[in-house]
């Protein structure tokens, strides 16, 4: 994300669009995602989107969301 653009709710915007589209496929029962254990805005988004910290592998924190 360019610096001019941070903070703004974009990303939070963008990835609650990408779930709800994931989800409303009956196919789709869970989401997974995963970002740097020091990307503090990352983990703000997930948590945003009611995503649970799964677990970590080596500098990923590893995130899920079931239907």
Same mark, same amino acid.
Do not use: F, H
């Given at each position: 994300? *360019?610096?001019? #653009? ?5 990303? &939070?915007?963008? +990835?609650?669009?990408? *779930?709800?589209? #994931? ?5 789709? &029962?869970?989401? +997974? ?35």
């Amino acid at each position: 994300m *360019v610096p001019s #653009a941070q903070g703004k709710g974009y990303a &939070t915007e963008a +990835v609650q669009k990408l *779930v709800e589209w #994931a989800l409303s496929n009956k196919n789709v &029962t869970k989401i +997974v995602a995963e970002c740097l254990n020091d990307n503090v805005p990352s983990m703000r988004v997930l948590e945003k989107l009611q995503m649970k910290r799964i677990g970590s592998q080596k500098s990923m924190l590893n995130w899920q969301l079931e239907k």
